[in-house]
């Protein structure tokens, strides 16, 4: 008797969970951009092997249904480079490379500021809500065989989001459950393949790339049939790209591309506002499907 009173009471706080916390909806937003982006890269060749890089990106929404035409994101990285292997077979001619970088990128969203700036920010809490800070580290592989070259690129990074929210549980002050991922780690794959025209400084590309979550967060709060409302990994992002490249001299080059690129959140707010006597859970997939126009300059030492 003893043993099924002691059951009962730790069951009680599971039946309590379950019954103040529900998700209110479970929704998929889906939108269509076009962007114009302009990329500038420096590159400088450092002793015993190790180089530094330099990158600052813009994008542009030229066309989107719901918003117009806006700036809409800027990224510059800084990166330190070191070649760890390089070797020619005598036997094929074909020649093996292997590079590690380690860097970081600083991301600024211009339509986050925007939006902010209309709902009454200001101060830190504006500077916040459009900032991420991106360590990152990533080991590229190549093989070049005659004008053809084939690399894998994989690119382990962090995104450390300044607008993450907690939000304590009502029932269980010992749970607090982060709305945005504040620390999210992600595996990005990049496949890519070039073509050098013979006796011309021009090469041709595409490549593809996929950006997968490595820590997403499980909700602790689960449904009538105790699986977790959200949680769990899922493919993030997915590239696809096919461009040229005319290398003008010895130091400079231009690159101009197609790009698809298809991203996805989960937009999570958790909230008491739909039901007094209820934490609601609200989820939204946020989709995104961008069709974009690449121009890059190259500067290289």
Same mark, same amino acid.
């Given at each position: 008797?003893?043993?099924?009173?002691?059951?009962?009471?730790?069951?009680?706080?599971?039946?309590?969970? #379950?019954?103040?916390?529900?998700?209110?909806?479970?929704?998929?937003?889906?939108?269509?951009?076009?962007?114009?982006?302009?990329?500038?890269?420096?590159?400088?060749?450092?002793?015993k092997h190790f180089s530094l890089g330099l990158e600052e990106e813009? =994008?542009?929404?030229?066309?989107?249904?719901?918003?117009?035409?806006?700036?809409?994101?800027?990224?510059?990285?800084?990166?330190?480079?070191?070649?760890?292997?390089?070797?020619?077979?005598?036997?094929?001619?074909?020649?093996?490379?292997?590079?590690?970088?380690?860097?970081?990128?600083?991301?600024?969203? #211009?339509?986050?500021?925007?939006?902010? =700036?209309?709902?009454?920010?200001?101060?830190?809490?504006?500077?916040?809500?459009?900032?991420?800070? =991106?360590?990152?580290?990533?080991?590229?592989?190549?093989?070049?065989?005659? *004008?053809?070259?084939?690399?894998?690129?994989?690119?382990?990074?962090?995104?450390?989001?300044?607008?993450?929210?907690?939000?304590?549980?009502?029932? *269980?002050?010992?749970?607090?459950?982060?709305?945005?991922?504040?620390?999210?780690?992600?595996?990005?794959?990049?496949?890519?393949?070039?073509y050098s025209l013979p006796g011309k400084p021009m090469k041709l590309?595409?490549?593809?790339?996929?950006?997968?979550?490595?820590?997403?967060?499980?909700?602790?709060?689960?449904?009538?049939?105790?699986?977790?409302?959200?949680?769990?990994?899922?493919?993030?992002?997915?590239?696809?790209?096919?461009?040229?490249?005319?290398?003008?001299?010895?130091? *400079?080059?231009?690159?101009?591309?197609?790009?698809?690129?298809?991203?996805?959140?989960r937009d999570i707010n958790i909230t008491g506002r739909n039901s007094?006597? =209820?934490? *609601?859970?609200?989820?939204?997939?946020?989709?995104?499907?961008?069709? #974009?126009?690449?121009?890059?300059?190259?500067?290289?030492?």
């Amino acid at each position: 008797m003893k043993r099924f009173l002691t059951y009962i009471l730790l069951l009680l706080p599971l039946a309590a969970m #379950a019954q103040t916390h529900e998700l209110v909806f479970d929704t998929v937003s889906s939108q269509q951009r076009v962007e114009m982006r302009q990329v500038a890269t420096f590159s400088y060749k450092l002793p015993k092997h190790f180089s530094l890089g330099l990158e600052e990106e813009l =994008r542009s929404v030229v066309y989107s249904p719901s918003d117009g035409a806006f700036f809409s994101k800027s990224y510059t990285s800084i990166d330190l480079g070191y070649k760890l292997h390089s070797h020619q077979s005598l036997r094929t001619g074909y020649e093996y490379g292997l590079k590690l970088n380690v860097g970081y990128t600083l991301k600024f969203d #211009a339509k986050d500021l925007a939006d902010n =700036r209309a709902k009454g920010l200001e101060g830190n809490l504006l500077a916040a809500e459009c900032i991420q800070h =991106r360590p990152f580290a990533s080991l590229t592989g190549s093989i070049e065989m005659g *004008n053809w070259k084939l690399s894998l690129k994989e690119t382990y990074r962090i995104n450390f989001r300044t607008d993450s929210v907690k939000v304590v549980d009502k029932w *269980n002050p010992e749970i607090v459950v982060n709305e945005k991922n504040p620390c999210l780690m992600e595996l990005k794959s990049k496949v890519k393949l070039d073509y050098s025209l013979p006796g011309k400084p021009m090469k041709l590309f595409c490549f593809g790339e996929a950006t997968a979550t490595l820590n997403e967060q499980t909700c602790p709060w689960k449904d009538k049939e105790g699986e977790p409302f959200y949680g769990g990994q899922y493919l993030r992002s997915a590239k696809a790209s096919v461009g040229m490249r005319w290398k003008i001299d010895k130091h *400079n080059a231009l690159s101009l591309s197609y790009l698809y690129y298809f991203k996805q959140d989960r937009d999570i707010n958790i909230t008491g506002r739909n039901s007094s006597k =209820r934490q *609601n859970v609200e989820l939204t997939w946020e989709q995104t499907h961008t069709h #974009a126009i690449v121009l890059e300059y190259e500067l290289g030492y």
